[in-house]
């Protein structure tokens, strides 16, 4: 894709625009209560300490499975843990070419992180077939978190590449709410 540069210009402002009206935000939100979360958690999202709404799996590791699903459960938690290193790392990345402006680099992160993402949502469809009823809901949660993952990145890229910021917006939204559901999750698992 070859842009012309007032066409990269437009880009890198709708970019820019869609992160500091989200950050912006989410600083507006006041409560006495909130407290930071655990340190695995990213800073935007450690400002505010919700209710875990995952916490019901902590039972998970009370139960006894047949060999099969301790398999699994062993893999899944593995995969769960490897999306959460997947969003951080594109985290990361991202703020690093924000200040370089390396705006290629940046697509080219969001695009590994979407196609990764992808691969681990289809391989959770597929290959992941517990018998335990606690591991078939973790199995659709952690789906669903996924699923909205990789469609907030599809939204993301296909608004930067059309120059449509509400697109752009609304896949920003879409992942800023799953990487929080998942950083969730994976406090739950951590402390199993």
Same mark, same amino acid.
């Not at 690093?96 to 992160?109: L, N, Q």
């Given at each position: 894709?070859?842009?012309?540069?007032?066409?990269?210009?437009?880009?890198?402002?709708?970019?820019? #625009?869609?992160?500091?009206?989200? +950050?912006? /935000?989410? #600083?507006?939100? =006041?409560?006495?209560?909130?407290?930071?979360?655990?340190?695995?958690?990213?800073?935007?999202?450690?400002?505010?300490?919700?209710?875990?709404?995952?916490?019901?799996?902590?039972?998970?590791?009370?139960?006894?499975?047949? =060999? &099969?699903?301790?398999?699994?459960?062993?893999?899944?938690?593995?995969?769960?843990?490897?999306?959460?290193?997947?969003? /951080?790392?594109?985290?990361?990345?991202? /703020?690093?070419? @924000? #200040? %370089?402006?390396?705006?290629? $680099?940046?697509? @080219?992160?969001?695009?590994?992180?979407?196609?990764?993402?992808?691969?681990? *949502?289809?391989?959770?469809?597929?290959?992941?077939?517990?018998?335990?009823?606690? *591991?078939?809901? *973790?199995? &659709?949660?952690?789906?669903?978190?996924? +699923?909205?993952?990789?469609?907030?990145?599809?939204?993301?890229?296909?608004?930067? @590449? &059309?120059?449509?910021?509400?697109?752009?917006?609304? $896949?920003?939204?879409? %992942?800023?709410?799953?990487?929080?559901?998942?950083?969730?999750?994976?406090?739950?698992?951590?402390?199993?």
């Amino acid at each position: 894709m070859k842009l012309l540069p007032f066409q990269l210009v437009l880009l890198i402002s709708i970019v820019f #625009t869609g992160v500091i009206l989200f +950050s912006l /935000k989410d #600083t507006t939100i =006041e409560n006495e209560n909130l407290q930071p979360m655990e340190d695995s958690i990213p800073e935007e999202l450690a400002k505010y300490n919700t209710e875990n709404k995952y916490s019901n799996f902590e039972v998970l590791y009370e139960l006894s499975f047949n =060999e &099969n699903d301790q398999e699994l459960f062993t893999s899944l938690i593995k995969q769960i843990k490897l999306s959460n290193q997947v969003a /951080k790392e594109l985290d990361f990345l991202l /703020k690093e070419y @924000e #200040t %370089t402006d390396a705006f290629d $680099g940046a697509m @080219e992160a969001m695009i590994i992180a979407y196609e990764e993402n992808l691969k681990l *949502l289809r391989e959770t469809q597929t290959t992941f077939d517990p018998k335990d009823q606690t *591991l078939v809901k *973790l199995k &659709n949660e952690y789906k669903q978190i996924l +699923s909205q993952y990789t469609d907030g990145l599809r939204l993301q890229l296909s608004g930067i @590449e &059309n120059g449509d910021a509400k697109k752009f917006q609304e $896949g920003y939204g879409f %992942t800023t709410e799953s990487k929080e559901n998942l950083f969730q999750l994976i406090k739950v698992i951590n402390k199993g």
